[in-house]
């Protein structure tokens, strides 16, 4: 059974950091690009970054490009976000995906490409 698990949340003050990180588990995803999304309230689920296979390209979002960061560590089946600089609006559950449809290896910003996904990791950035 694959499971996703998000951690790495928490509350900080407009301005810090954080990192996530999402552990994989029941296979390995060696050959798939990751993703990170996030949904405030009230608010669609929305696109924050992909990496594809092999760490080599990732794609974000034009609100955290020069703030966030994503990778990956293929020997721990672990991707992260470091969260530089946060403000306000980045508030939100964030969650981790993975693609396996189309070209699985491929970065991308659409959720219908992402099949498995974590329960989410609360974000809070207050002022």
């Known amino acids: 059974q694959v499971q996703l698990v998000e951690s790495g949340g928490g509350l900080v003050q407009a301005g810090g950091s954080l990192r996530l990180s999402c552990a994989a588990s029941?296979?390995?995803?060696?050959?798939?690009?990751m993703g990170w999304f996030r949904q405030a309230p009230g608010k669609e689920r929305e696109f924050v970054a992909s990496i594809n296979w092999n760490g080599g390209v990732t794609v974000y979002t034009d609100s955290v490009k020069g703030r966030f960061t994503i990778s990956r560590d293929h020997a721990k089946n672990t991707v992260y976000l470091q969260m530089n600089s946060l403000k306000l609006e980045d508030t939100a559950v964030y969650y981790c995906a993975v693609r396996t449809s189309g070209d699985w290896f491929n970065a991308t910003t659409k959720p219908a490409d992402f099949y498995y996904w974590g329960q989410g990791t609360q974000v809070t950035v207050s002022s």
């Open positions: 029941g296979r390995t995803f060696h050959t798939n690009a």
